[in-house]
Structures are given as structure tokens and as C-alpha cells.
């Protein structure tokens, strides 16, 4: 098999904003410290980037400015999800067209497509546009799991090229491996089963931890490259109260209320989320000084 084309820790970018306005200088702020800790990727527009609250000109301005900016240095794979398939395709379309490297592309949600509906719709869309799409499986968000079946599937065309699996069920990468021949990137979408996922067999994570904590969680992955496995656990062990305190609150609220305590955005998130409660803040600010972020 192939190397993987996307592995290793890939950020879910948050979407900082200010005064109801996406803050571009915030916004290339925190990705080059992304890329300054050594990040192999970087996710803008997905869920953790607020995708579902963002205007369409938005959405193509943050992904514009992602792709400029990282100028190559790490992947850059665009958030392109969409309830409808053809608003999919041309977010798939435009993210081409900027110089994006691949598309993340989630389960439609609401409308809770049957299993043929889905391999329908995401064979339409790496028919229409010839970039690497990865599945995005988070049932607990959309309504909809991905089966198994339907992602081996889907694996069989040549533009779909792995899957970041967020139901934090190891059995998952198992059966992937066993059953999918070809080279298929396995990225977990779990940072709290990170470390057991690498362990089953995958490829890395799209991490929301990351925003705030990208030098523990890439030495995370490093360890478990190298067979430190030791090591890996300690970092596990030193991260896993974040990984939890970061979804305390609707995210990405907490991420954003970490990062702004250390002065790199506003907390300021879109309705209808709401900014971090007041009983949470206690547990993150705790939960970072236990990663010895703060």
C-alpha cells in the first residue's frame, strides 16, 4: 500500500470572531502557531470552525485565507459538507479552486439520508470534482451513521481517500483495515481515544484539542511513531482532562474561551451557540494548567 495522504495531527481550526465579523488577523495568528508547532495539517470551515453559522462568502474567505497562508508548508483539507449535495459539490468545487489539498466532507445532517443515499451522494460529489475527499462519520452530530460497509464501499473510488471516524469506536479501524485493500487514511475525529485509535491502526486525528494544545498533541503522535509508547501515555495522561473540558459547553465555546485567556482571540462565538457558561470555566482553566498550557 500507498502512504497515507493525510495523517498525523490535523487541526479542526476554530473561526475566530469579533464583533460578528470573522477576524482574519486572529485567524492567521493561531495558524501559524499551528504550523510553528508542528501540526501536519489543518482543517478550516469544519464544525469546530463554526461551518454551520458562517455565510457562504465567509466560509470561501476563511479557506481562501487558510490555503494563502499555509502556502504549502502543511495540508490544508477544506470543510465542505452540506445537507444538499450539490451545495456540497460546489463548496468541493471552490475548495479545488483555491489550491486546497483535499475536502473534509460530513454525513449530510437533518435529513438523514438512508445508506444508499449516502454512498449517492458522496459518489456524486468525488465524481464531480477530482480532489481527495474524506468521509466525516459524527452520527452524534448529524443523525446518521456511516456504516462500515457503505465506507469500504465508498473506498473503492479513487478520489475518496480516507474517513475521520468521530464515533470513538476502536472496532472501527479493525474492520477498515480487514476489509478496505487499498491504502485508506483512518483519522480519528476522537481526541480522547487518540492514542487507542493509533494503536488499532490509524493514521492520525483531527484534533479540536490541538487549537490549544498542538506541541503536546503532536508529541503524542510522535511517541507512538517512534514506539514510546510510555511516553505517548503520559501525554495522554497529561491532555486527557482538556480533551473533555473542551466539550463542557456547546463547542467550539470552550476552545475559544482557552484561547482567548491566552490572548489569541475573542471567546466571541455565533448564534445560536453561546458563549463558555460560567461553571465550566473553572474546569477548563484547570484543565490547562494540568496540560501546562497555562
Not at 29 to 56: D, F, K, M, N, Y
Not at 162 to 183: C, E, H, L, P, Y
Not at 222 to 237: I, P
Request: hydrophobic fraction near 45%.
Amino acid at each position: 500500500m500507498t502512504a497515507p495522504l493525510f495523517k498525523g495531527v490535523i487541526t479542526a481550526l476554530i473561526t475566530p470572531l469579533r464583533d460578528g465579523n470573522v477576524d482574519t488577523a486572529a485567524f492567521e495568528r493561531l495558524l501559524e502557531r499551528q504550523i510553528a508547532a508542528g501540526v501536519h495539517g489543518v482543517v478550516p470551515v469544519g464544525t469546530t470552525g463554526e461551518s454551520a453559522t458562517l455565510h457562504p462568502q465567509e466560509h470561501q474567505a476563511v479557506v481562501e485565507q487558510c490555503v494563502r497562508i499555509a502556502a504549502g508548508r502543511i495540508r490544508v483539507i477544506a470543510g465542505a459538507g452540506a445537507s444538499a449535495t450539490d451545495k456540497a459539490i460546489d463548496m468541493v468545487r471552490h475548495a479545488k479552486a483555491v489550491g486546497a489539498d483535499g475536502a473534509l466532507v460530513v454525513t449530510p445532517y437533518y435529513n438523514r439520508p438512508s445508506q444508499e443515499g449516502l454512498a449517492l451522494h458522496y459518489e456524486a460529489i468525488a465524481d464531480a470534482v477530482q480532489l481527495p475527499v474524506l468521509l466525516y462519520n459524527v452520527p452524534g452530530r448529524t443523525g446518521v451513521d456511516l456504516a462500515n460497509e457503505t465506507a469500504a464501499r465508498l473506498a473503492a473510488h479513487p478520489n475518496v481517500v480516507g474517513i475521520k471516524d468521530a464515533t470513538g469506536d476502536m472496532t472501527r479501524v479493525s474492520w477498515m483495515r480487514a476489509n478496505i485493500a487499498r491504502q485508506f487514511d483512518l483519522i480519528s475525529g476522537d481526541d480522547g481515544s487518540f492514542l487507542g485509535y493509533l494503536a488499532h491502526g490509524g493514521h492520525g486525528v483531527i484534533s479540536v484539542t490541538s487549537n490549544v494544545a498542538p506541541e503536546g498533541m503532536v508529541a503524542l503522535y510522535d511517541a507512538v511513531m517512534a514506539g514510546d509508547l510510555e511516553t505517548a501515555r503520559l501525554w495522554q495522561d497529561r491532555l486527557i482532562a482538556l480533551h473533555k473540558a473542551l466539550f463542557l459547553d456547546n463547542s467550539p465555546s470552550p476552545t475559544k474561551y482557552a484561547l482567548s485567556k491566552l490572548g489569541l482571540c475573542a471567546e466571541d462565538v455565533r448564534l445560536p451557540l453561546a458563549p463558555t457558561a460560567a461553571s465550566a470555566r473553572p474546569h477548563i482553566d484547570r484543565a490547562m494548567s494540568d496540560a501546562g498550557i497555562v
